[in-house]
Every structure is written in structure tokens, then in C-alpha cells.
């Protein structure tokens, strides 16, 4: 009987929390469900790091908008396509968006974890996370968010969900076009570095708040080298 309640009890909140925001944040999630009052009808959004899609199915199932979704490692990708072929509004890209075009190399997480793969090499995340581990290195494809927006002919993108391992913030200062006109970012945050030369999240934050941007939540657990943060423009 314990179990059966156990497993009521899971179901309940998880159901309070994805659809009706209760509570709004979750350990290191914000519910993307608050998303919504944010956002226009059908919002354009970029899903970056997409990694096997679990985001991006749940933006389109919430959202009912167009849904870019970029992830650069092969394997990945696969999956990806395969969990997203339903939606007829997601859109998948095996390419990572960086500060450059043309190619770089990017670091392959394995172990317990092969969501934390980055275009930075790793550096207090090998100490915090000794399970996982980074043992190859790859050459991935690499375009600026402005030129696949205008090669891809898109003037607006309305939410950026970033989860790009530290990347974030070198991919946002080259992006002035499309960033000019984004509503919504939902964006991982590093509290140290966790990897070479990650931007920690005060600059981070400062950065967006002189594009225009207010902090909405903040979903950083005590002692975490990293988080999530919800920044909505004023």
C-alpha cells in the first residue's frame, strides 16, 4: 500500500508542477508552464542543447509553438529526431550555436551523465561530478544564432531555452540581431568554473540586464555549481 501511495503522491506533484506550476521551482527546474505568461501564442522558440529532445517536446506540448532544437553530437542527435518525429513543430539542427561559424571542438561528457558535453573544456566539473567524465573530444559544426537566423530566414525568435554547459553568455554577445528582440530567456547558470573560462553568473546576469532583461526566477540550489534562471525583458 506504501508504494501505491508513494506512487500517487509522485504523480500528483509532478502533474501540479508541469501544468499548473505548483510550485514554480523544483530543485534546479522552473516550471515551464510559467513560460506561457510571457510569451505570445505560438512563441518562436530555441532549444539549445536540445540533448534527446525531452525539452523540446515539452515546450511544444505547452507552448504549441515552433520549436528549433540544436544538438551537435551524433548520437544524440539520433535520438533526438526519434523522440520529436510526432511533432510536426520542432525543427532539429545537428549543429551547436556558438560565438563563430565554421567548426570547433567539443568536449564529450560519458559516464552517469552524457548531458553535460560543452564547447569549453571541463575543469571543476571533473572534481564535482567524478562520475562523469570527459575522454573524447570531438570537431562539431558551429554557426553565430544571428547567420542561422538569417540563412534560415527567421527575423524573431521569442524564448531562448539555453543548456549549453558555460557556453551561454560567448553565444549571446555575438547574437545583437536576434537577442535585440527575444521576450524570454531560460538559461543554465555556473556558480564557479566548471569549466575553462566560463562566464559565472553575476557577469552573466549583468550582461542581460543591460540588454534589457529583469531576473524573474532563480533556481540555483544552495552549494550547486550550477542552475537555471528565468530572465524576462522589462
Given at each position: 500500500m506504501k508504494n501505491y501511495l508513494g506512487i500517487a503522491k509522485y504523480y500528483a506533484q509532478k502533474c501540479l508542477f508541469d501544468k499548473y506550476a505548483i510550485p514554480k521551482i523544483k530543485y534546479e527546474k522552473i516550471s515551464k508552464t510559467l513560460l506561457k505568461k510571457y510569451l505570445p501564442e505560438k512563441p518562436i522558440v530555441i532549444d539549445c542543447g536540445a540533448h534527446d529532445g525531452a525539452d523540446s517536446v515539452e515546450l511544444a506540448k505547452i507552448l504549441k509553438g515552433e520549436i528549433h532544437s540544436f544538438?551537435?553530437?551524433?548520437?544524440?542527435?539520433?535520438?533526438?529526431?526519434?523522440?520529436?518525429?510526432?511533432?510536426?513543430?520542432?525543427?532539429?539542427?545537428?549543429?551547436?550555436?556558438?560565438?563563430?561559424n565554421g567548426s570547433q571542438d567539443f568536449y564529450i561528457s560519458e559516464g552517469r551523465s552524457d548531458a553535460s558535453s560543452s564547447l569549453l573544456m571541463p575543469k571543476a566539473h571533473l572534481d564535482d561530478h567524478p562520475d562523469t567524465f570527459f575522454k573524447t573530444k570531438i570537431t562539431v559544426k558551429t554557426l553565430t544564432l544571428d547567420y542561422w537566423a538569417e540563412i534560415n530566414k527567421i527575423e524573431k525568435v521569442d524564448l531562448l531555452w539555453l543548456d549549453m554547459q558555460g557556453f551561454e553568455l560567448n553565444m549571446l554577445e555575438v547574437s545583437e540581431k536576434i537577442l535585440a528582440k527575444v521576450s524570454v530567456i531560460h538559461t543554465e547558470v555556473?556558480?564557479?568554473?566548471?569549466?575553462?573560462?566560463?562566464?559565472?553568473?553575476?557577469?552573466?546576469?549583468e550582461f542581460l540586464e543591460?540588454?534589457?532583461?529583469?531576473?524573474v526566477l532563480e533556481a540555483i540550489p544552495v552549494g550547486w555549481d550550477m542552475g537555471n534562471v528565468l530572465f524576462v525583458r522589462k
Amino acid at each position: 500500500m506504501k508504494n501505491y501511495l508513494g506512487i500517487a503522491k509522485y504523480y500528483a506533484q509532478k502533474c501540479l508542477f508541469d501544468k499548473y506550476a505548483i510550485p514554480k521551482i523544483k530543485y534546479e527546474k522552473i516550471s515551464k508552464t510559467l513560460l506561457k505568461k510571457y510569451l505570445p501564442e505560438k512563441p518562436i522558440v530555441i532549444d539549445c542543447g536540445a540533448h534527446d529532445g525531452a525539452d523540446s517536446v515539452e515546450l511544444a506540448k505547452i507552448l504549441k509553438g515552433e520549436i528549433h532544437s540544436f544538438e551537435p553530437v551524433n548520437n544524440l542527435f539520433s535520438r533526438l529526431k526519434t523522440n520529436t518525429h510526432n511533432f510536426p513543430n520542432i525543427y532539429c539542427y545537428e549543429i551547436a550555436l556558438s560565438n563563430k561559424n565554421g567548426s570547433q571542438d567539443f568536449y564529450i561528457s560519458e559516464g552517469r551523465s552524457d548531458a553535460s558535453s560543452s564547447l569549453l573544456m571541463p575543469k571543476a566539473h571533473l572534481d564535482d561530478h567524478p562520475d562523469t567524465f570527459f575522454k573524447t573530444k570531438i570537431t562539431v559544426k558551429t554557426l553565430t544564432l544571428d547567420y542561422w537566423a538569417e540563412i534560415n530566414k527567421i527575423e524573431k525568435v521569442d524564448l531562448l531555452w539555453l543548456d549549453m554547459q558555460g557556453f551561454e553568455l560567448n553565444m549571446l554577445e555575438v547574437s545583437e540581431k536576434i537577442l535585440a528582440k527575444v521576450s524570454v530567456i531560460h538559461t543554465e547558470v555556473s556558480t564557479k568554473e566548471t569549466f575553462v573560462g566560463v562566464a559565472q553568473y553575476a557577469e552573466y546576469r549583468e550582461f542581460l540586464e543591460n540588454k534589457g532583461f529583469n531576473v524573474v526566477l532563480e533556481a540555483i540550489p544552495v552549494g550547486w555549481d550550477m542552475g537555471n534562471v528565468l530572465f524576462v525583458r522589462k
